[in-house]
């Protein structure tokens, strides 16, 4: 009986080579599908925001990924978060916690009709603002406990829209407006926030649509060799 022997060489230089360009790879794979799902999620907030909230709030979605280039990371990491100063952090908290929005000294919320005019880039003017612009004095209106306060002043309205005129004598004898009472704010004990938004849903969502990325990057190495 004959025996048999093989010898087998192994080239380690090259299997250590081999083992860290598929390390390389797969760790470029989970970089890719970081990067890749941070962008999907952010985008995804931006479309529910906008079609939840007029305006501009959903430009306040932004992202980043590291590393930001497609190079291999043991811990690559996505962020999405709200861009912007207080307003938008705010406005964002509104649309998308639950809590109540009360006012800081304890008292009432000071909402302005369109009578109030406007302070500017969409900023509500405060009843102090309102006073110090017009030289008009705000009455206060208790209406009871199942009615809004209110803060009215004495004068008229302006013919071509419906903001605030003192009724002077001048404007009396222009035929302009009767003197009315009009109400400038409306006041309320407290403001729930909205909750329109909900986020968590759609973060659930992009971290199966990660680990299915990740997956199939993963397996297109593999097929490659």
């Known amino acids: 009986m004959s025996s048999f022997r093989t010898d087998l060489t192994v080239d380690e230089a090259k299997l250590n080579a081999d083992l860290d360009r598929w390390i390389s790879d797969v760790l470029r794979a989970g970089t890719g599908a970081i990067r890749t799902t941070t962008r999907k999620l952010e985008k995804a ?3 529910t925001t906008r079609s939840t909230v007029k305006g501009r709030l959903h430009r306040a979605w932004k992202s980043q990924a590291f590393p930001a280039a497609d190079i291999p990371a043991y811990s690559p990491q996505g962020t999405v978060y709200v861009n912007g100063g207080k307003r938008s952090q705010g406005a964002m908290q509104y649309w998308t916690q639950p809590g109540i929005n009360k006012s800081k000294a304890g008292y009432w919320l000071a909402i302005p009709t369109p009578a109030a005019g406007s302070r500017g880039r969409d900023r509500h003017i405060t009843p102090g603002e309102w006073e110090r612009r017009t030289g008009v004095r705000l009455i206060f209106v208790y209406r009871g406990a199942s009615r809004p306060a209110l803060l009215v002043a004495e004068g008229t309205l302006a013919k071509g829209g419906p ?10 004898r222009g035929g302009q407006h009767p003197h009315v009472t009009v109400p400038i704010f409306v006041l309320i004990p407290f403001q729930r926030f909205a909750n329109r938004i909900s986020i968590k849903p759609i973060v659930l969502r992009h971290e199966a649509i990660l680990a299915r990325d990740f997956e199939a990057r993963v397996a297109q190495l593999e097929r490659a060799g």
């Not at 903001?163 to 009396?172: H, K, L, V």
């Open 45 to 47: 907030l931006e479309t």
């Open 163 to 172: 903001s605030f005129r003192e009724f002077t004598e001048a404007r009396r």
